[in-house]
């Protein structure tokens, strides 16, 4: 290998650790970043959990529809806290599930088009 070959692969290998590390920070503080500024009730209602643990839910919407989850977002709507959960099934179609997030009881189901 010539020099050039080793710089551009050093850079190359610079760049992936930063992106890496930056993506791992990012992860861990996202919750703080979004949800502690914006909505302290949300963040309350996590921290005190008065809100059904994620795994619990994922448990739920792999019993209701095969597949992947692709996507999971808690939020509130008209003052009312719920997951929204995307999942794609094996024939590619995307489904959408809401659920209370305090009951679990399902709100809205339906293939999203």
Do not use: C, F
């Not at 008209?78 to 995307?86: P, S, V």
């Amino acid at each position: 290998m010539n020099t050039k070959s080793l710089v551009l692969i050093a850079g190359l290998m610079t760049a992936t650790a930063t992106t890496v590390a930056w993506a791992a920070k990012d992860a861990d503080n996202i919750a703080n970043r979004l949800m502690g500024r914006s909505d302290s009730a949300l963040v309350q209602s996590v921290e005190g959990k008065q809100i059904v643990p994620l795994e619990s839910v994922v448990a739920r919407v792999r019993n209701d529809q095969p597949g992947t989850i692709v996507e999971v977002e808690l939020e509130r709507d008209d003052g009312r806290l719920r997951y929204e959960i995307e999942v794609v099934d094996a024939g590619g179609r995307v489904h959408k599930l809401v659920y209370d997030a305090i009951t679990i009881e399902p709100l809205v189901r339906g293939e999203k088009r």
